[in-house]
Nanobody, 121 residues
Framework: QVQLVESGGGLVQPGGSLRLSCAAS????????MGWYRQAPGKERELVAT???????KYADSVKGRFTSSRDNAKNMVYLQMNSLKPEDTAVYYC???????????????WGQGTQVTVSS
């Protein structure tokens, strides 16, 4: 019953910026972890950034210094600010959460539906 809804994807030129948002609902408490994964055509899904409840964030080496993920626990949201975008960043971006739903006995991994980010001239 936990749902994650992403928004903010689109088409942007190299060097441009996008901001992704994800809202979580149906959790019994603030999620243990929230973040972002991405999957490019023909490639495995990979971690982009993930944050703990207290704000500790890990980033993939390929996005360090360019992407910033942040959480708003009061709103059950996570954001991904993407700057200096490269064509290699083109992928479907998925919101991720490790959370316990209101009817869950333990926390589980949940995924959003994905939002397309395309970086092209």
């Amino acid at each position: 019953q936990v749902q994650l809804v992403e928004s903010g994807g689109g088409l942007v030129q190299p060097g441009g910026s996008l901001r992704l948002s994800c809202a979580a609902s149906g959790t019994i408490s603030s999620p243990n972890a929230m973040g972002w994964y991405r999957q490019a055509p023909g490639k495995e899904r990979e971690l982009v950034a993930t944050s703990t409840r207290v704000g500790t964030t890990k980033y993939a080496d390929s996005v360090k210094g360019r992407f910033t993920s942040s959480r708003d626990n009061a709103k059950n949201m996570v954001y991904l600010q993407m700057n200096s975008l490269k064509p290699e960043d083109t992928a479907v971006y998925y919101c991720y959460s490790n959370a316990r739903g209101v009817s869950d006995t333990a926390a589980h991994d949940y995924w959003g539906q994905g939002t397309q980010v395309t970086v092209s001239s």
